[in-house]
Each structure stands twice: as C-alpha cells, then as structure tokens.
C-alpha cells in the first residue's frame, strides 16, 4: 500500500527567502507519479508540480522545484523567492499508475513580510 | 484556462437526510474522482470513475454513497442518509490520463 509522510507540521519563511518542504513516500510499483498540491484558505486543492518516478530530472514550475531522491523515496519541495501568497497548506501525494491518489497530513507554510 | 466546477460551494443539511454534491469535470477528461477532507485531516480517496463505471473505491464509499455520471458533462456524489461524520470538504477531480487529477474549489457539507 502507499503511504506518504510529511514530517514538518508547520514551517516558516521570510519573504523573498527559500524554504524546502520535506516528504517522504513508500511503494511497492515501478511506475508512480509524486505530486505537491497547496491548499490555501480557502482550501482549494491546487496542483503545484507533478513528477514522473520514471525521470530523473527533477520537476520545476517557476519558483517551484523539486529534489527527487527515488532510491530514498524522497521527494521534497523548493519554494524560492517565497512570496506573502505562497502561504497555504501544502500537501505531498504519490499516485500509483491508474490508482488513487494518497496524501500526506499536510505542512502549513506560513510567510513573514 | 478550463477547471472542474463544483455545486454548491457550501451545504447545509439535516442528519438522516440525502444529499447530492455536483461537480463538471473538465469537459475532455475521461477519469473523475470524489476525495474528501475532514476538517484538520488528511484528504482521503473515495471513489474513481471512468467508462461509466467505478474502478475503484475506498472502504468509507460504503452502501450511503453512490455516484453517478447522468449525462456528458455532470458527475454527482450521492448521500443517501447523511450522518455526523459525513461533514467535511468533499472535492471532485477529474484527468485526462490515469496520472494526474485536477481538483475543484470543493463543496462544504455540514450535516447538524
């Protein structure tokens, strides 16, 4: 069965600083998909960055990276240049090919100006 | 850009009564799912859906729940006898591939 386990309940960065969310996953299939979603107040689940198991680069959209240690089943996130907007609850999500998608509980990532 | 849409942002029902949650997935995509969020808790699958049947569903899609996709463009969540324990965000999600899942702004159901 898949799990995913973010170990960081809450985290903080200064505006404009970087900040790295940590995750972790465990499965048993070759052929999986790692995804962060952020969930901002009004708890809208929005898709931040997708990653195919099967790549070895890692993902980036914009400010947004991942660093994907497959052998180490981590997969954690890379917020640059964080902006007030980026504060939301961000949840870590592991997809086995044709399954369901299974969540971690979640970081809240709060924003200081 | 096209979204998946969800109706009624917020309900509010009786305990013992039905309820139906409306979602318009994204008009090409061919998988749809229901996940719901307890409030302070982890999103959890219950049930996918594709060529008009369900592919696969979790153990707390019990007999209560049903989902249906009546016509090319609805897909609905089906309560039939709400309890406590059924408040939460209920999100729909649709894809186009087996691999990803595109969420909707999600629908709170307050059973009292």
């Known amino acids: 069965a898949q799990t995913v386990t973010q170990s960081q309940p809450e985290m903080s960065v200064q505006e404009a600083e970087t900040v790295t969310l940590s995750c972790t996953y465990d499965?048993?299939?070759?052929?999986?998909?790692l995804f962060w979603y952020k969930q901002p107040p009004s708890r809208q689940m929005i898709l931040v960055i997708r990653?195919?198991?099967?790549?070895?680069q890692n993902a980036t959209e914009n400010r947004f990276s991942v660093n994907f240690q497959k052998a180490a089943k981590s997969f954690s996130l890379k917020i640059s240049d964080s902006q007030l907007g980026d504060a939301a609850m961000y949840f870590c999500?592991?997809?086995?090919?044709?399954?369901?998608?299974?969540f971690g509980a979640g970081t809240i990532l709060r924003v200081k100006s | 850009e096209p979204e998946v849409t969800q109706t009624p942002s917020h309900q509010v029902t009786q305990m013992g009564q039905e309820v139906i949650l409306r979602c318009v997935p994204i008009?090409?995509?061919?998988?749809f799912y229901w996940y719901r969020q307890i409030l302070g808790q982890k999103v959890e699958f219950l049930v996918s859906?594709?060529?008009?049947?369900?592919?696969?569903k979790s153990e707390i899609f019990d007999d209560q729940f049903s989902v249906e996709r009546p016509d090319g463009s609805n897909f609905t969540l089906k309560i039939r006898s709400t309890k406590l324990e059924d408040s939460a965000m209920y999100f729909c999600?649709?894809?186009?591939?087996?691999?990803?899942?595109?969420f909707g702004q999600g629908t709170r159901l307050t059973v009292v």
């Open positions: 008009s090409n995509h061919l998988y």
């Open positions: 990653q195919e198991a099967y790549k070895q």
């Open positions: 999600a649709s894809s186009y591939r087996e691999t990803e899942a595109f």
């Open positions: 859906f594709y060529n008009n049947e369900i592919s696969e």
């Open positions: 999500a592991s997809m086995e090919y044709g399954n369901k998608l299974v």
């Open positions: 499965t048993s299939e070759s052929d999986y998909y």
